[in-house]
T-cell receptor, first 111, second 120 residues
């Protein structure tokens, strides 16, 4: 069974601060995705990373896939209240390509 | 294009009852996957249907079943409900298979808003 550990579980920061969310596993993934979920809604895909060491930027969000494809991080620069939500990482295992989700990081950005 | 729709959005049942949830995928999408989301366990994969066939199944008891129709709409059924079945049930659609060896690593799934089930 492939597991993804996300940290921190909860994060409350002031508007304008920077933050990093981590997603770690002992398993290798063929790809890793990050989602954001808002209350009452389903998760919305932010990015997919496929290559070890890959870095992708989406405005103030920077995503990195570890060289060994076992871990990933999400860095948000100058957080805004609109960034508030539950951030989920999800990895696709080799062969089954079934998505395994982390339990999420609940981010609150205070104005 | 309309997104993934799920009905009903909220449901209250009692232990021992059964429930059927419905999911309409994005037009043209042939894959529908179902997930259970709880605060303790997070999002867990239930099963995927593609072209009316179940492709993969997660680690859930046989009380959880599903099916897919020729128009790609899918239903999920839970029989003999238990208190622990209280959760947000999400479905996700994609144009191509989302699991298995034919699935691309970068395949994108689009999630619906979910059905919140409360079992009393």
């Amino acid at each position: 069974t492939q597991l993804l550990e996300q940290s921190p579980q909860f994060l409350s920061i002031q508007e304008g601060e920077n933050l990093t969310v981590y997603c770690n596993s002992s398993s290798v993934f063929s790809s890793l995705q990050w989602y954001r979920q808002e209350p009452g809604e389903g998760p919305v895909l932010l990015v997919t990373v496929v290559t070890g060491g890959e870095v992708k930027k989406l405005k103030r969000l920077t995503f990195q896939f570890g060289d060994a494809r076992k871990d990933s991080s999400l860095h948000i620069t100058a957080a805004q209240p609109g960034d508030t939500g539950l951030y989920l990482c999800a990895g696709r295992g080799a062969g089954s390509y079934q998505l395994t989700f982390g339990k999420g990081t609940k981010l609150s950005v205070i104005p | 294009k309309a997104g993934v729709t799920q009905t009903p959005r909220y449901l209250i049942k009692t232990r021992g009852q059964q429930v059927t949830l419905s999911c309409s995928p994005i037009s043209g999408h042939r894959s529908v996957s179902w997930y259970q989301q709880t605060p303790g366990q997070g999002l867990q994969f239930l099963f995927e249907y593609f072209s009316e066939t179940q492709r993969n199944k997660g680690n859930f008891p046989g009380r959880f079943s599903g099916r897919q129709f020729s128009n790609s709409r899918s239903e999920m059924n839970v029989s003999t409900l238990e208190l622990g079945d209280s959760a947000l049930y999400l479905c996700a659609s994609s144009p191509a298979p989302a699991t298995g060896i034919r699935a691309r690593p970068q395949e994108t799934q689009y999630f619906g808003p979910g059905t919140r089930l409360l079992v009393l």
